[in-house]
């Protein structure tokens, strides 16, 4: 039996997605972006001035990271998974192709820029696997207020000073035993942004037990006690 990762239509569309992304100049893109990642967080832009900014750069989680998500939605038996930040729809192939080898279910992903949104809706569909993925176009903060109650895993790869209030939107559909995956943890630029997340998620008596991993620039895992 073989995984639907190897299919031919999701391995195409993952490879032609990630072969661009290794084409890219990144530093240059974000520069270009208006964006210094060596400096400062851009706290005065809004997520939504940042997301059109950078709408044409590819900022996937990296191939080790994508068949992490993979083995560990199929290790967990995920039906429903959550996901903070589409962009091209590289990491949500990786959850849907665990979502139909588990035996079906929907990865419910959002992205706040509509051009990434529709294109990662017609890769979805280049792969076969846009039955198993809601797409929604918008302000993570307000499109994940509807969730079912049992989601089994959320990836958090949107803007890292948003990571913590999304966190806390979905939280209460959390199941006991759920996985939070937070991609990119190592990459804390400018005011220790992401350090409120960290000492949230590393404090016991918010009821989480979690790790990082060296996979690319750091993959924290979380696992919801029940
Ligand atoms: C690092 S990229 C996601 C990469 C994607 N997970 C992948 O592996 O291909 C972060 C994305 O989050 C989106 N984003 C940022 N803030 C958002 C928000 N408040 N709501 C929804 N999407 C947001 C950005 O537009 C950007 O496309």
Redesign the pocket.
Known sequence: MSSTLESDAVATTLERLLTAEDKQDLAAAWKAAGVDLRGEFPAEMS?AEM?ER?KDII???SRPGGQLLYLLTRTLRARTVV??????????LYLAAAVRDNGGGQVIT????PD?ARQATENFAAAGLADLVDVRL????E?LRELPDDVDML?L???LD?RLPILRVVEPRLRPGALVVIDDVDLDIGRGVYAEFRDYISDPANGYFSLTLPVHQGVQLALKLG
Do not use: C, P, Y
């Open positions: 997520a997301a950078t900022m996937s989680v996901e903070f930040g589409t962009s091209f729809g590289i990491s949500t959002t992205e706040l820029q990434k918008g302000d993570a903060r499109t990836l790869d949107g803007w948003l």
